[in-house]
């Protein structure tokens, strides 16, 4: 509800400046932590090598994951610091933390130099990332929204959500500019440490730029107040009356804003190289080309949020998306790699296992490993982008493929040692590309044939959804949330949604094209979080537009 209490006057030139300030930093915390995710493919290489091809790409997306999953906590931990000493000092920490974990990434040996030790510290850096990151959003969003005035917040607060686009941005373009110089092969074997090296420039300008930055003036009014909490966490979810809010703002906004977000940058780059074999390159650029076009209407959404309300914006950014995503990577794959749409049209592949024999290959923590021949089989055709069908066989542990006229077996092997079934698998896996070489299955997509305006109009399509629910974001979860507890309030569901929601979406959706045979299933993730959350939104949430934020004051 809307105070009666003065609002904040107008924004000075100096709060815009360290508002601005504060935004920049935030742009070098997603370049850190948006590196992972570009050079995903080589970093399975360099340490999951261990693995076959598939699994070694699945494995560096769980590890992905798991700098998501301990977001939450991140969020718990910094967001109590944030209540109880203030905005400002909490950024400080939170950045050096992120940014030495990824100037270390740059330093770690691979797999094939001190063997299992390389992806276990991975997986650590990954987790003190995301442990760094689940305080650094609710600290700037707050900072941002306690500064704004009233009536402005969606325009302000929008500010932030653009960095987490330009960081991604800012990853692509080094990451590009660093292959071009270097070429493929070098940039293969060790070029690829340079972004994550180069990130401690970054770190340097990001500290230098938080240590200027003011309290805000609500933190700074609460404190002199004396009306601070004394324990933020237990009266933000120990307290009904606030944990009620919280798990609305969870299902009603952050889960469908963070599936939508994630489908729309990461999933989507992943769709193009795994997916629809397009060169991690071109790939890149088109992605770039759409986040240049569509990083301007955060702030329009912001600022339309602002006259309209929040709840109108972002929900229907997800039911649009709910509605659309089916055609839209459809028309994708049209786009990017006609030959594998045709082929997969024409060409009908079975597989011929035991069910028993078949697991659904989601392991958020990596500690399963999936090597049953089903298994191994179905991660053979997804890395080919092949559509098939199951079907059950009385087999044992043994599964086949059916391509056309050719049947390929893939044997149980319990008595082989490890090098024979990677042999084994390694045999398998050419003859499955030679069968589907000869039904037109290209190995990858035909630089040629790619309409790469069409393949552009797509991805600016989906980052639209993306500036839609993630626009007026910011501003709708501070103004939830009183004084006293907001950075705490706000920082746990939208750590649960973006680290938890959005982030398994890359290995839950590979899991599920995995076990279902068609590489369009994965997108069911998404369309069914982001159409709950519309619903939930609509049904349950109250606008926020236009709250006193100094009305618990």
């Not at 607060?157 to 092969?185: D, F, K, N």
């Not at 944990?243 to 952050?254: D, Q, Y």
């Not at 997969?344 to 999936?370: I, K």
């Not at 493929?401 to 319990?414: D, N, P």
């Amino acid at each position: 509800m809307a105070g009666t209490h003065r609002a904040p006057e107008p924004m000075t030139r100096e709060e815009a400046r360290v508002i601005i300030a504060s935004s920049l930093g935030t742009v070098f915390e997603w370049y850190d932590f948006y590196l992972y995710g570009a050079l995903a493919t080589i970093l399975a290489r360099q340490y999951f090598s261990a693995l076959d091809s598939g699994s070694a790409f699945l494995f560096a997306l769980l590890a992905f994951a798991a700098g998501f999953l301990v977001r939450p906590f991140g969020a718990l931990l910094f967001g109590r610091l944030g209540d109880l000493i203030g905005r400002k000092y909490t950024f400080l920490v939170t950045i050096l933390i992120m940014g030495l974990a990824t100037f270390a990434v740059g330093l770690l040996p691979s797999y094939d130099s001190i063997g299992v030790a390389a992806p276990l510290v991975l997986i650590g850096l990954r987790l003190l990332q995301g442990l760094a990151l689940g305080g650094e959003y609710g600290g700037a969003a707050v900072y941002v929204a306690e500064h704004a005035p009233q009536g402005r917040r969606g325009t302000y607060t929008a500010w932030i959500q653009t960095t987490a686009t330009l960081g991604l941005l800012m990853a692509l373009l080094v990451v590009l500019g660093t292959r071009t110089v270097l070429g493929e092969v070098d940039f293969a074997d060790w070029g690829w440490r340079i972004p994550f090296l180069v990130s401690i420039v970054l770190l340097g300008i990001s500290v230098w730029i938080r240590l200027a930055l003011a309290e805000t003036p609500a933190f700074r009014r609460m404190k002199a107040r004396g009306r601070g909490s004394r324990a933020p966490v237990a009266e933000s979810f120990g307290q009904w009356k606030n944990l009620k809010v919280a798990l609305l703002a969870l299902g009603g906004l952050t889960a469908g804003q963070a599936v939508v977000w994630y489908t729309g940058q990461f999933y989507a780059l992943f769709f193009l190289t795994q997916q629809l074999q397009v060169d991690a390159t071109a790939a890149q650029l088109m992605l770039a080309v759409a986040l240049l076009l569509g990083t301007p209407f955060f702030i329009v959404f912001g600022a339309l949020s602002d006259r309209v309300g929040r709840k109108p914006v972002i929900l229907l950014g997800c039911a649009l998306a709910a509605a659309t995503y089916f055609p839209a990577f459809k028309a994708l794959s049209v786009a990017a790699n006609p030959a594998l749409a045709a082929a997969q049209a024409r060409s009908q592949v079975v597989l011929l296992a035991d069910p028993a024999a078949c697991s659904f290959q989601f392991n958020p923590t990596g500690a399963t490993r999936f090597t049953s021949p089903c298994d191994t089989a179905k991660q053979v055709l997804a890395a080919y982008s092949v559509p098939y069908v199951n079907e059950a066989q009385p087999l044992g542990g043994d599964a086949r493929v059916r391509i056309g006229g050719t049947e390929i077996a893939l044997q149980a092997s319990a008595a082989q040692g490890a090098a024979e079934v990677r042999r084994r698998n390694a045999v398998f896996r050419e003859a499955v590309a030679e069968a589907l070489a000869a039904q037109g299955y290209p190995r990858q997509a035909d630089p040629a044939a790619i309409d790469r305006l069409g393949v552009v109009a797509i991805l600016f399509y989906l980052m639209l959804l993306v500036t839609m629910v993630y626009g007026p974001i910011a501003a709708a979860l501070a103004e939830m949330f009183p004084t006293r507890i907001r950075y705490t309030s706000m920082s746990l569901p939208y750590h649960l949604g973006n680290g938890w929601f959005g982030g398994l979406l890359p290995p839950m959706a590979f899991a599920i094209v995995a076990q279902t045979g068609d590489i369009y299933s994965g997108l069911w993730y998404p369309v069914l979080i982001a159409g709950a959350t519309a619903v939930i939104g609509t049904l349950y949430l109250r606008e926020t537009c236009g709250v006193d934020m100094y009305a618990d004051d």
